[in-house]
């Protein structure tokens, strides 16, 4: 078992690592996408996760420690797990499953008795963005529905919900254990 300062360390450089990720994955598609309306909002989203990525990295220093380099690929497993989005309409939807995830996380860990104020601070501002993110691409993925059909849309959506669940608990339990511990602790 871990300390609780090391817990906090871990969930913390896990969040910048997946916010980088992030923000690696939609500047790629910022800048490939040709859809106006969809590069426009890829890009802003792009900009957002760069945003928290440094908001975290930030938080991490100002609590007095420094990131660890973690070594996790999210969408890798993903992509391992249900495949590589083929399509506009693909990437959106694993994006989608990705954001609910993401905030469902920052929602839970925000909940946590006497959670330092600098890490309350950072996820608030965090989650006002997270639920654009969900927002835009619900909106994005509205506007296929006559190329693609609601009931493809529907079913990639469950596709990735199910590999989402999956890799949530295999690969990436340590994040759930961990947090785990750290609320456990601060109930005593
Ligand atoms: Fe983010
Ligand atoms: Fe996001």
Do not use: C
Not at 15 to 20: D, F, G, V
Not at 22 to 46: E, N, W, Y
Not at 132 to 152: F, P, R, S, T
Request: hydrophobic share 40%; no cysteine.
């Amino acid at each position: 078992m871990s300390t609780p300062k090391e817990n906090e360390n871990w969930i913390l450089s896990f969040y910048r690592t997946s916010e980088i990720s992030g923000a690696l994955f939609f500047g790629r598609l910022a800048k490939s996408l040709r859809v106006p309306a969809i590069q426009r909002d890829m890009t802003k989203h792009f900009a957002d996760e760069s945003q928290h990525a440094w908001i975290w990295t930030k938080a991490i220093h100002d609590l007095g420690m420094k990131p660890q380099n973690l070594n996790i690929a999210y969408q890798d497993k993903y992509i391992e797990v249900a495949g590589m989005p083929t399509n506009l309409m693909e990437v959106l939807a694993i994006t989608q499953v990705f954001e609910k995830r993401v905030i469902g996380q920052y929602s839970h860990h925000r909940s946590m008795p006497g959670l330092d104020p600098v890490i309350h601070q950072a996820i608030t501002t965090i989650m006002e963005d997270e639920k654009w993110h969900i927002q835009w691409i619900g909106d994005a993925l509205k506007g296929l529905e006559a190329e693609y059909g609601v009931e493809l849309i529907q079913s990639t959506l469950k596709k990735f919900s199910d590999a989402d669940r999956e890799v949530y608990a295999t690969s990436l339990k340590e994040h759930e254990d961990r947090i785990s511990e750290l609320f456990v602790k601060q109930k005593r």
